[in-house]
């Protein structure tokens, strides 16, 4: 299995910008599709955007599409979000994954994931 850890996450204010950072332990990072997921108190955990093995295929919740932007470095071992004109609803605990499957339809969760950071918080205020 592989270890994740997320960085990045802080108190912005509403239009301001963040980029996550997720860094993976192990020599198979590149072999793993990527996922950020995110999830609000009292919410359930929601998929925010997933990303390929290679980064050449990406796919985003609606609800990000537009403002939010994955990648990867696979000689870093290192995920990345950026996310841009950000929402006082986008405040939520934000994680990051790692799957065998990349999935590009609107049914992604948490189930199609076997490995999770310990998440890094996101405040937005406006």
């Known amino acids: 299995q592989v270890q994740l850890v997320e960085s990045g996450g802080g108190l912005v204010q509403a239009g301001d910008s963040l980029r996550l950072s997720c860094a993976a332990s192990g020599r198979t990072f590149r072999s793993y599709v990527m996922g950020w997921f995110r999830q609000a108190p009292g919410k359930e955990r929601e998929f925010v955007a997933t990303i390929s093995w290679s980064g050449a295929s990406t796919y985003y919740a609606g609800s990000v599409k537009g403002r939010f932007t994955i990648s990867r470095d696979n000689a870093r071992n290192t995920m990345y979000l950026q996310m841009n004109s950000l929402k006082p609803e986008d405040t939520a605990v934000y994680y990051c994954?790692?799957?065998?499957?990349?999935?590009?339809?609107?049914?992604?969760?948490?189930?199609?994931?076997?490995?999770w950071g310990q998440g890094t918080q996101v405040t937005v205020s406006s």
């Open positions: 994954a790692a799957g065998t499957s990349f999935l590009s339809n609107g049914l992604i969760s948490p189930a199609d994931f076997s490995s």
